[in-house]
């Protein structure tokens, strides 16, 4: 039997970047929230819940963008130079981020500069992945099977809505995290301020998927056109189902049920994503077959994954049994 290697590859790229998505989004909401708590001891514990984890998060970006490179090297070439300047920032607060979580638990008299350091590079780094997703949404133009466009063009209102919005879900995942994680008044706080993102992210969800359809002909035809709106409006449904697991969640205080309910938010705009793509890469201008390598290059690639992915599970699954458990002051990583 021969195997469709582009379309196993692109089912395995989106799974590593949705993992990236739900895992580092809830530690990179944690840096978003962290200039609201002015009690140092309530941030020391907002980090020592993500310091465990945190860079075998980020695993799945690598996967994700080597992923791309080595097996849809088209794809990789058209999307990267038309989304450089915001992957530039999102590493660069990613790396700002990255440096605060070693300097700021060793810090005395420049504890603030840290402090707004973790903030920036969080919340710098989840703004700049929802403008680039956004800007793939919104369409790359192609010629010649190469990028076509300028500098700019991912400065666009529909992608600053999409950075926006992943901005906020992020913000919404953290404060979750911190009702699983934490006990006493800084739960307390993560609960309210769940409360108010929450209602934040729905108008967003709402507004972004309002607005999609009317981007271009081939996603108006796959959400909005009969028969194919009465498969495609199971998302939306599967959306307010989430949500309304989410406020019952939130009204039982429950710690995990409002954790659990955001991240099938997530999911449920993955899937709507997949389908506004699909059979695109790029859309609406290079299909996964077109952009993919040979079948002998994705063949021997796939050969090494089937390895190193349970690994990575592994080893992941592994941390966050360990570091099981609630968070407090007196208990820290570093």
Request: aromatic fraction near 14%; glycine fraction near 10%.
């Amino acid at each position: 039997m021969m195997l469709d290697y582009p379309l196993i590859w692109a089912f395995l790229i989106a799974v590593a970047v949705m993992l990236y998505v739900i895992l580092d989004g809830f530690d990179l909401g944690i840096g978003t929230l962290f200039l609201t708590e002015r009690d140092e001891k309530h941030r020391d514990v907002m980090m020592n819940t993500i310091a465990p984890v945190w860079d075998g998060n980020e695993t799945w970006l690598v996967l994700g963008g080597g992923g791309l490179l080595a097996v849809f090297p088209l794809a990789y070439s058209i999307i990267l130079p038309a989304l450089y300047l915001p992957l530039t920032l999102m590493l660069l607060g990613l790396i700002l981020r990255g440096v605060a979580f070693e300097f700021r638990p060793r810090a005395t008299h420049s504890l603030p500069w840290w402090d707004w350091a973790f903030f920036g590079g969080s919340a710098l780094a989840a703004f700049m992945q929802g403008v680039s997703l956004g800007t793939l949404v919104h369409g790359i133009p192609v010629a010649n099977r190469a990028f076509a466009g300028g500098s700019f063009d991912w400065f666009n209102p529909f992608s600053l809505l999409t950075g926006l919005a992943v901005l906020v879900g992020y913000a919404t995942l953290g404060a979750c995290w911190l009702i699983l994680k934490t006990s006493g008044d800084l739960q307390k706080n993560a609960r309210i301020k769940a409360r108010v993102l929450g209602v934040a992210l729905l108008v967003l969800i709402g507004i972004v998927s309002l607005w999609t359809p009317f981007i271009n002909g081939d996603y108006f035809t796959k959400w909005l056109v009969w028969p194919a709106v009465l498969y495609t409006s199971l998302v939306p449904a599967l959306v307010v189902a989430c949500a309304g697991i989410f406020w019952l969640g939130l009204n039982e205080k429950s710690d995990w049920l409002p954790f659990v309910a955001v991240l099938g938010v997530f999911i449920a705009c993955f899937i709507g994503l997949g389908i506004s793509f699909y059979p695109y890469i790029v859309p609406t201008s290079v299909t996964i077959w077109e952009a993919a390598g040979p079948d002998i290059s994705l063949s021997f690639l796939l050969a090494g994954t089937v390895v190193l992915l349970p690994i990575i599970l592994i080893y992941t699954a592994h941390a966050y049994w360990v570091f099981r458990g609630k968070t407090d002051e007196h208990g820290g990583y570093h």
